[in-house]
């Protein structure tokens, strides 16, 4: 098990490198890559996670699964509030949001929020992917450290 | 190592499975950036450097340790403090060169390659070169110059993972790197 300050360098550093070797028109790309690295880690880690638990009753109860184990199995709290609209939007809003306590808890270096919530909602993507949820998720944030992300869910 | 989820476990500590994925991610990246195994090490060893760089000082912080006197005890924090506190594992110390500037690091189980397996056509590519960088740079914060490389490796097909250090001279004091 590492601890936490190597995992937080880690993705620290993850951003930097991508910003670092990106040209500046190919900025915009970072944002998406990192969140396609999410992805697949999220992938993978829901399926770690779930091997020992049932199978879930409904979209909901996925939702659940995401706040409560996967939020707790990796930023260790679980997500203060789940909203949705019944229509395939949900809402996960998350207070302290790990990856940004250490940032600022206030509004500044509000532009650099974006950088470092693609990959958490890669992360939460990938996972619903696997548990055969299709959607889109948006990070929105107002004011440091408290975060808001935003699941859409994609019906065909 | 556990493998179980962390739920309830010690409040500094991710999720091992986290770590270990989203460095594979990484890696694999760099991999399609580059095509290339050297550069690839490279990026990472610069990658591990950075980290190094901020790591020493969170280390310092935490551990209590003070000057260490000799090489010997230097090899002695990094193995049973420093990988015990950040990685959860404890390397042996062993092959010490007769004028003892010169040790290994036997790594059993390396965490940064729990579900790795080398795709054929990488035999250049160090795997966790990241650590090679952030051994480097945490020394040199602490004055000292080392040389950081993987002599063998698990994933290789070598029976142990052996990170090689090589004492190459004492920096004296003067302004850190990134601050000229």
Partial sequence: MADEVVFEYLHMEMISYLYRTAEKIEQDHCISKLESLGFRVGQSLSERFTKDSSRFKDELDTMKFICKDFWNSVYKKQVDNLRTNHQGVYVLQDNKFRFLTQISSGKQYMDAAPKYLAFPCGMIRGALSNLGINCVVTAEVSAMPACKFQIQIQRL | ?180
């Fill in chain 2, 1 to 180: 190592m556990s493998r179980q989820s962390t739920r309830g476990g010690d409040p500094r500590k991710v999720n091992g499975e986290l770590f270990t994925l989203t460095y594979g991610a990484l890696v694999s990246q760099l991999l399609k950036d580059y095509e290339d195994d050297d550069e690839v090490n490279k990026q990472l060893e610069k990658m591990g450097y950075n980290i190094g760089v901020r790591l020493i000082e969170d280390f310092l912080a935490r551990s209590n340790t003070g000057r260490c006197n000799d090489f010997r005890e230097t090899a002695d924090v990094i193995a049973k403090v420093g990988f015990k506190m950040y990685l959860g594992i404890t390397p042996v110390v062993s092959n010490w060169s007769p004028a003892g500037d010169e040790f290994s690091l036997l790594i059993e189980n390396n965490p940064l390659t729990d579900f790795v397996e080398l795709p054929p056509g990488h035999s250049s590519l160090c795997f966790s070169n990241l650590l090679c960088g952030v051994l480097k740079a945490a020394l040199e914060m602490v004055q000292m110059e080392v040389d950081v490389k993987f002599v063998q490796d698990q994933l290789k097909g070598d029976n142990i993972t052996e990170l090689r250090l090589k004492f190459l001279r004492r920096l004296e004091d003067a302004i850190p790197v990134g601050e000229d």
